[in-house]
């Protein structure tokens, strides 16, 4: 028989729901839910009168309308009537290149100094402390400042590298450092370029994927197979033959040079000394005008050389254009006294007259270099001064702080570990590259990919030296010249938001890969 | 058995020679230099290409600093000084210290203020910095916001000083209630200060009018150089913390409502840059607030960056409660302590501790974000030396030393903070190895 008896059932009161741990929960969300959306409907209240007050509206429709200003650094077409949308496109553009160049550099920087750090040599492991200290403890906006202040007031002008005796050369012939911007040569695809590109990213893929079936080889088999000579056989061998390939055959094919009627029949050499210089139409992309470049630059700087006496300035100017048609059209119209162009086109037209000088078409990648015309340089790549000292402060600050991390993660494996390694018998390299790096950068990866994502977040910074990032622009101008502020940091928050965002779940993903595999 | 030695044969040695200094190869300052520095080839080139870099940096560097000119009015009397030498022109900082360190429109007769509100912050801060110290100074540490306020802007007294009554009356009903349950008294408390506060604006009419006490007002917008940063830091930080610790236990609390609420906003916080923080403060914030409420820009960049600050801090807390074993928890429950008091008591003392290093990371990188807001043109150290400075006709292009003084004044001020949480672990560490 049992004699249990039911408690009695409690009445719900009132005061239960501030007394009673059932209860409580609920009213305090109740509570925390009521006073957020009373402080939501608050600020969207109050918006909607200072709006109606002001007499604005919400609305997105700017965007589609011209932006009406320049940009600077152009990865993507570009000109002032395109519209705001496609202005802040660029910013993005523009953003994730810096962010992209710092996150590279920084790593490099920073494993380095991470290690030396640790090194055995008292001296450079006090000098990478202080680089860090120095580093870590000052604003990087100062330190982008510094950087800028040395790209644009420290740097010679263009100027600097006029004249026969110039006062400044360029670094191999091909490289300025300017206050305008670091000028550094273009890669130019000629024939067979795309197939060389492809064939060299193919041979670094083979490289992987032959040290991959190497350690599957040594795991399965206990067979050791070479790695070193393999693979330097694996990445040049195909590069190298594909390079003489197409340089001996479509590359070494010879171009017909146009110069203006009666002036025929002379060397390239000749003309342009005769004419005291030349105006090159360059086609963009195509690898025989720069093949005529290059031979211009070279004659420009044979004058320039030899007794100062003889010294001649020659006046090489090049006139850029879109097409082989926009070429012949430009040369017909007289903008420029030369024109490179495959033998058989140069039959059929009937401007002109043909130079003795032959010039191949090309190597697979000839380099477009930059080179002083007038008073400023033209051609080539120009980085910008507000690039470099972007991408130099961020990767500089940020390499401090991934140094930090990258000591912490080698210290944190014990030193049982290499010791352990070392009476298995492995040698010092492997030890590292084995037992020791594997664990080490388990700790290390996760706070690294959040230094990336700082250096990302920090590239807004652009806005103190003028690069047009996505502050710069949608943050920037458009917020200026269209007057609307919330739309556009909206805008500008969601933007960065999806990029942390996803940085996170990259890293969440990678965490969840690498995690000690535990019961 | 004593005297065995005096039997011995007269050869034996009867006392022990005393050690000999090691060779010099294997000692001292040579074996040191051969550890260190030439342990083999390759660290003997490192040695040799980082003293060169340093000798290089030193050369370059050492007759520039030495060779300055202090005393001159522009930085062309210092070239003409220098007659083609090279030198640093350290007189632009002579000669704008005032602007360097207090902005261009803070009145200058007024300068002992914020000087003497900053070496109050020294002694106040130092009783929460150095546990040492005797517990009653906290009460100046309290009191030390309503001062700083009142030296550093100035107007009647009666508001700091009434803002400070509202406070206590607050602690008050909390302590009168909080023997019944922590939410009551903390509830109450805050609602009986905000009862005061708004009595406040009737109050101190009359009050000015019997006992009229007050400095002479400086607005926010004549606030600028290093005191700016300093003012943005501190009172960033202070308000961040108890911020902070609410939105991590709210993070890490069991209601979901609270939970989402936290979470959203920590995640939304920290996936934006400052930047666009700071231009919300300048130029969207005005669209949220009721019309014709003037929070000058100071208040609003407080604002955002107190809600910045916070986020990070609370992600430093969330690392310390995780870091605590469950054990401490359950203990806590099994004392029958309710969640108020097992936080108050058992859990966030050792979360807190857990978090101190990252909590002065954040800081760290908060004092040296405030030179964003040079950014939505205020005059901040950097803002001072990029726009009234550099922009003036006399120093235009003097920038090695104003960057160079700025970076040593944010490194002197985040080192020694660096390094007094290093030294703050150590007292703390109350385990044994």
Redesign the interface.
Known sequence: MSSTVEPPREQFRLSML?NDTRYR?YT??AI??VL?ILFMAF?GM??V???A?LGQNISFAFLGEPAGYDINQRPISYDNQDSHLRAAFVGVLNTLIVAFLGCVTATILGTLAGILRL??????AK?MAAYV??F????????I??IF?IMT?ALPGPAAFRGVDPEQSMLFGAMAATNRGVYVPEPVLGPGGWLFVAVLIASVAGVFAYRRFATKMLYDTGRDLPRGWPSLGILVVPSLVVWLAFSLTAGSTPNALLVPEGAGGQTLEEYVMAEGGATLCLVDGASSSTVAKTALLRLQDAARSGPVDDRVNLNIRTNRVESREAAVAAFEEGQCTLLALPQAAAADLSVGAVLETELREGRPIEWDKPFLSGFNFSDGVQVRGSLIALWFALAIYTGAFIAENVRAGIQAIPRGQTEAAASLGLRPGRIMSLIILPQALRIIIPPVISQYLNLT??S??A??VGYMDV?GTL?GIT?NQTGR??ES?LM??LF??II??SISAVMNTFNNAVRLKER | MSDVHARTVAFVRESEIPPAPPPEAVGGAVKWLR???F?NWF?AA??LA??Y??YWVLAQSLPWILNGVWNAGSLAECREILAGTSGACWAVLTERWNQLLFGFTYPSRLYWRPSLAFLLLLVCAAPVLFPALPRRMLILTAFYPFVAYFLIWGGSIWTPVLTAVGFMVGYAVYSRLVTQ?F?MGFFGGVVAALVFWLLQGYLIPPLSAVAPIALEAVPSRNMGGFMLNIILGTVCISLSLPIGIALALGRQS?????KW?SVIFI??I???????LL??AN??L??????QTNLDLILRVVIMITMFASAYIAEVVRGGLAALPRGQYEAADSLGLDYAQAMRLIILPQALKISIPGIVNVA?GLF??T??V??ISMFDL?GMI?GPILASTDWN?V??EL?GF??LL??VV??GI?QYSQWLERQLQTDRR
């Open positions: 501030l929960s305090f969300q925390a839910l957020l600020l109050n918006l009168r200072n709006l007050d090194s055995n040599n008292w001296l450079v000098l200290e120095a870590r403890n000052v604003p990087v906006l100062i330190w400042l510094i202040f007031a977040k920090n807004s910074l806005i103190a502050t943050g917020l502020a919330i940091i500008l928050m960065y938001l942390s965002l | 550890d260190n520095l342990s660290n490192l040695t980082s003293l870099a340093i349950s939410a069991s209601l979901p409502i609270i609420i995640e939304f920290r996936g934006v840059p400052l930047i666009t231009f919300v130029v969207v005005a669209y949220f607030l009721p019309p760290v040296k974000d030179t964003l040079s950014v950097v990029r292009g920038y090695w960057f700025a970076a944010f490194f985040c080192y660096s």
